[in-house]
């Protein structure tokens, strides 16, 4: 299969009871999410930079959480407005957006 | 933080629409997950070693799906009963299992 290059997985509070409940969904998780969909698209990326929601990560009170793989980045507190950022400096950039790190 | 040395990413059809429906769902994604969660306990691993439900990744008729990064290694038609030899050929002992890779 056609791996990714980059895969970015964005905390929609989906709990494995089949519930979507938690802070990353209430601070805009699946909105965050489609954000980074849309960019993907518009950027033309959508064959090496993958991106998918998941349920908690646990450590909820630094949510909204968005994590990069391989990279191994973490992402906190994360709002839409951070995505474009996200995607210019990161992940076509090369370089993590210190300021969103935890 | 502290951030794992691997983390275990299982689909268990988890819609950001906040519904939990699809092939990985259907194929006992959840205990896939579930079983990942104990043997982590059980190995004490639970430090170094994250598992995370997703949504969809997109390869349906491979699932259940498990995708293991930083190793990017994707595993295809999982059962609940390899997850133990997943846990110990590529999580403990660094080789991934080649006859689930996809």
Known sequence: MNKPKTHIFVCTSSRPNGQQKGHCHTKNGVEIMMKFVEEIEERELGGEVFVTNTGCFGICEKGPIVVVYPDNIWYGSVSVNDV?????EHIEGGTPVKRLEI
């Open 84 to 88: 474009e950022e996200i995607m210019e």
